[in-house]
Each structure stands twice: as C-alpha cells, then as structure tokens.
DNA sequence: TGTTAGCACTCAGCGTTGTGGAGTGCTAAT
DNA sequence: ATTAGCACTCCACAACGCTGAGTGCTAACA
C-alpha cells in the first residue's frame, strides 16, 4: 500500500538517511547524503526529495534548519522493506547456552546479561510459563499436622509447590487416595481444560475432604493467572545512558523504573505468548509498544519455546534508532539456542 | 576514645553542621550555623571551631570559600554519638505486613517498594536463606520413567525441588522404602550437621539406589552453598539520581548496574547473614562498605528472622547524607513486623 | 583569653553575549 | 530535471563579567 508511493530514488535516501541516523544519532543533512548514496546527486536535489519524504511523513526536522531523522513511519518503512536479512554471530552465544542447561534461572539470566553486552541494549528475558501446559503430576503429602504440601509437575517439568494449611490431621491412606483420585482425573489435562464438571467430579470422589481438594484447585488456578507471577530478568539497564535521546530528560530513569517493576514488562510480553503461535519476532516503534514509558523506545520481542508449551519471551529495548539487524540477529540466534532445550538430550557425557 | 577529644561546645557545632547538611545538600557555612543554633555565637567564632573540626578530620571544605561537610568520620560520630533515638512511623507498614502474608516472594518485593519509597533512596530485600534451617520433610516421586521429583521441605517450610534423572524406571515399593529411608534418617538434622557417617549409612541402607542417594544429597548441598541463588528483591534504584553528589559523575548509573546484579548485593548482606547473632542494624559509612561501588554512599542492613532460621536481610543504600533516623526507624519497624511472621498464626479469621 | 566586627579575597553559578558551523529554502542558471 | 549560489535560521559553545556565599585574618573589645 504505502510502498507505492515511494519511488526508487527517494527509498534510496530515505535508506541512507535512516542508516545513517542509526550510526550517529544526529539529525542528517542533505549534503551528508550526497556524498554518501553511490547516486551522483547534488545536495540541493537531495532537498528536494528529502522535502517531500517531510511531507509524506517519512522522516522530521527537530527545528527548522536542521537535518531529517525519521519518523516512527520512517522506522516502520525500515523494517519492513529496506532492512537487509543477515546471519552472522551465531557462534558465542550457540555454546554459552549448551554449557549451562543445569540451572533455568541462571540460564535466563545469563541470557540476559549477554544480550545485554552484545547489543548495547537494556534487555529482559521472562522464565517460561505454564501456557497450554498439561499435567503430569501431582503429589501431596503430609509435612505437619496441621499443613500439606501440594507438588504439581507439569509437562515440561516445571515444577511448582505450596503449603496449604488445613484443620486437623490427616492420615496416611486419605492421603493415598487423594492423590491417586487427583492424578487420574487431571493426569493429561491442561489447566484451560479444568472446568466445573471437572471440579464437581473431584470433590465428590474426595469425600469429606474435598475442602483440601479445593484448595489444591485453587492452586492451580493460582499458576493460571499467574502474570504477577512471571519471573523477568533484566540486563543493561543503564544502557539507555548511552543515547542522549533517552538520558537527557530523565527519560531514562523511568525506563529504568520500569525496568525494575517487572510486571509491566511481563504485560507487554505475555500479550504476544498468548496471541499467536507466530514464532516470528515482533518490532513495536515508538507508540506502538503498549508500555506508555517506551514511547520512544523501539522494542524487539521474540518467543522462544523451552519444551512443548513452555513458553518465555526475550525482549530488547532501546532508542528508536536501534541496530535492528544485530538486534534481530542476536533475538534470533538467541530463540533458536533456547528452542527445545528442553527435550533436548542432556549434554552430559 | 574519639569523643574526648571534641568539646560539649564543639559536639554541638558538628551535630548543628550535619543536621543541617543532611537537609539540604550544601555546604554548610558558619553564618548559618551562628543562626540556627541555640548557643548564641557570632559567625566568627563558628569559624574557628569550624577550622578545628575539620583540622581534627570531621568535616571538610568541597574547595575554599565554600562551606563545610561532613567527613566520613564526622558522620561515623554522627551515628554513633549524635543520633536521636525516636519511634515513629510505626502504622503504615505494620499493617501491610500482616495483610500479605500468602506469598513470601510479594511480600518481600512489596516491603522492598514500601521502604523505597518511604525513604526515598534504593532498598533490597534478600530472600530467607536456609541457614542452619532443619530438615522436615523429604519425599521422592516418580513422575516418569526415566525422572524422579525430590522435593524438599524444612524447618521454616521452604521448599525446594529438583528433577533428578536415573537410569530405569524404579517401581513404587522402593520408592516407598526410600522416602522411609531418607526421612527416618534426615529429620531434624541442620544441613551443616549431615557428614560422611550420614551418608554413608543412607547409601548403604538404600542398596542399589544408593546412586539416587547421591543425587538428593547432592540436591541438599546446593541447598546449602546456595550463596549465588539468593534472591534479592530491590526497588528505587533510581532514587540515586534525586542526590546530585551521586548522579552527577555517572555514579548513579553504577550503582544502578550494582543494583542489577544481584549477585554482588548478595554478597554483601551474607557476612552479616553468616556472622552475627546480633539483631542489631548494620550502618556502612563510605569505604567501610565491602562493595567498592558504593564508596560514596551509606548502607544501612539489618537481619529479619521469618522463622527458626530462616534469615535473611534487608537493606537501604544512599548518599552518606541520608536521613539516617528515618532510614534505621524504617529498618526497626520493617524488621519488626518480619521477625517470626511464619511462627505467628495466621492473619485469617 | 575568648569573642566579635570588619575587610579583603576566593570561587562556583548564572545569565549574557557573540561567533561559527551546519543546514535549509528559494531562485536563477544550466 | 538538476545544480550552484545566496540569504537566512538556529543550535552549540566559549568567553565574559557579575553576584552571593563563604572563608581567613587582623584588630578591637569584654
């Protein structure tokens, strides 16, 4: 649609405009393009051209005599149309990930901190949750008198516990039973598949403690909406320092705050978890990102997919004019070394 | 020791300078010293108790012709000596303590945000450890063939689990005679107290599975040096920008970075974890801090005890002006209202 | 002897000014 | 359609000078 009304010569400025905006992070000139577009055009006829780009909302000037910096459209045309596919740096990072599959934690973390350094960019990483996640588990057992302590595993081994108080004492065989009716009867479901048929079933076959199975329900329900929940990790915070287009008006300190207050990152995030199975990756410009903070940011998300249904998201945010090509190379790289690590065979010898 | 050498006329000069720093951030001269405090002196005597002071190293001149401030030294005394004890601002926080009891992960995250945002300077909380934390509960379950589920409860009812992969499948009498095994011969036992005769004997009465054994042992002693998976919740990091004498040199952006990686932060609240029995509140004065990056800062720590042994800390890090009254104030109550919260009953009617 | 008043000096902070450079838009020539 | 040239705009930055706050020192005073 747009495209169209872009001939070739003026994509070409438009380009070089924009990839050299990206380097400097200064307002461009026309004379700067002139020598720099291999076209052999003077600066006046690139005023021209960039005055009606101006017009078609392509790119702005901050004040009149000054270069063009693109627009959040300009940004768009970007990378839609002109970004160029590359595939490089996949080595580092491909082995950091096969070396520590021990520890999720530390894994996602690491993750973080090494996009971080990579990109220049602050990052975030968010555990993997129970989307779509079927159930294989599920233990309870006595800890004390007056407390159980419920164990739910799920498909991709996520394992998730809480202590559950209860009136008096239970012993042993209601304990069996419970738990044998418990796993026969969810063993295979996914949390969206619990409805209230499900629930009555439960309780009727639990007796007189079917308060106990409510609880445990409760629980589960609690890991369904769990989005307070979502473990983030960050890296690189202070990034935003780095380009005076954020640090001056104190922008980047609120980006940093809402770097800290996780669970907004985690709303930006799951939106995309749970929208689509699109593997791809997402690029949010300026007011497109539905955190109000980042609307001068640009933000890049991909999903990665730790084991079947274990879903998590890495992200990177920075200045508009990002490296999209290295950011996207490294999201990728990044999403393919987490994909299935899971089902993958162990690396141990 | 030091005290002697300061006057009754010079202690309160130094206390007038300091209050009155703390206040505003400048430089304080001796005009407005001369003013503000009750013993009627004229500025130019004030300067010659100021040239003594500093000279005796409790305050010091940023460059000549400007007023004072106070040194290192001069704040150590400030809290050693000067301070006023007071015991306010004790609502609030009681309140929100006892109402969010459910998850130990919020509720440390919201009592970090409070304290934040209470003081105004950037606060971490660090999660319970399980320092010489007892053992309750353990139980092994199978959960597939080729994966049996340790989970691991103690004293304090923190839970821990692990996925541990064995060879074949093992049927559900011998996992029955292991958790026999494993709890009759664990309970009650510190982490610190399970030695070589221990697990020996455990091996042995495990027969073939004494290579599971090893794992949950190994499992346990991750518990144990779990120093690098301590949890530390922190907020108002970037309160450092609202004290210039931090934000200005790109000092804030540090520390900021600081506040990221946890693990540092980590390390720095486990000696007091580890060493005392005291209860008594931590101040860090400049250098005394461990952590080289907050040279120019103040730290205030103090250890809340959840439960029988399950330590862990929180702390506050400002400018070495911080208002060292409310931070400790803030500290007491928070401590307060943590202290035991697992022993206490239940909020709920 | 301790305290005070007065004076000369220092220095950071701030607003003012002016200059240079980069960039534009427009017009006229090619 | 493209280009060269010119006048204009505006930001950035350095230089300047002023002001206010503060000191140290000395001399007078109780």
Do not use: W
Request: aromatic share 6%.
């Amino acid at each position: 649609m747009d495209e169209f009304e872009l001939d070739d010569r003026k994509t070409k400025i438009l380009n070089a405009i924009i990839r050299n905006y990206l380097k400097t992070g200064e307002p461009v000139g026309s004379r700067t393009i002139s020598k720099y577009t291999d076209l052999n055009l003077s600066s006046a006829t690139i005023r021209n051209e960039m005055a009606d780009l101006e017009e078609l909302g392509y790119i702005v000037q901050p004040h009149t005599s000054a270069g063009r910096i693109p627009s959040d459209k300009g940004y768009r045309f970007y990378v839609d149309h002109l970004m160029a596919e590359k595939d490089r740096e996949v080595d580092e990072m491909k082995q950091f990930v096969i070396e520590h599959t021990e520890k999720v934690d530390h894994l996602l973390q690491q993750a973080a901190r090494i996009l971080a350094s990579n990109t220049n960019y602050a990052t975030m990483v968010t555990a993997p949750s129970y989307q779509g996640n079927k159930f294989k588990f599920i233990q309870l057992s006595c800890v004390d008198e007056g407390q159980i302590l419920a164990v739910i595993v799920t498909d991709g081994n996520l394992v998730k516990n809480k202590i559950i108080p209860v009136s008096g004492p239970i012993d042993n065989e209601t304990m069996l039973k419970l738990n044998i009716v418990l796993n026969s009867t969810l063993n295979g479901l996914t949390l969206a598949e619990i409805n209230l048929g499900t629930i009555a079933r439960l309780k009727e076959q639990a007796g007189i403690h079917s308060d106990i199975i409510g609880e445990v329900l409760d629980t589960l329900s609690e890991m369904m909406l769990q989005e307070d929940d979502i473990r983030v990790y960050t890296s690189g915070t202070t990034n935003f320092f780095k380009y005076p287009e954020l640090s001056d008006t104190g922008k980047a300190s609120e980006l940093i705050s809402t770097f800290e207050e996780k669970q907004q990152l985690a709303s930006l995030v799951t939106e995309n978890l749970l929208d689509e199975n699109s593997t791809g990756i997402q690029v949010y410009i300026g007011n497109e990102s539905p955190i109000q903070t980042m609307k001068d940011c640009s933000v890049v998300t991909a999903v990665y997919e730790l084991g079947e249904g274990v879903r998590g998201t890495i992200g990177i945010v920075g200045p508009k004019r990002m490296d999209y090509e290295k950011v996207m190379d490294n999201l990728k790289v990044l999403k393919n070394s987490l994909d299935g690590i899971l089902n993958k065979p162990k690396g141990k010898t």
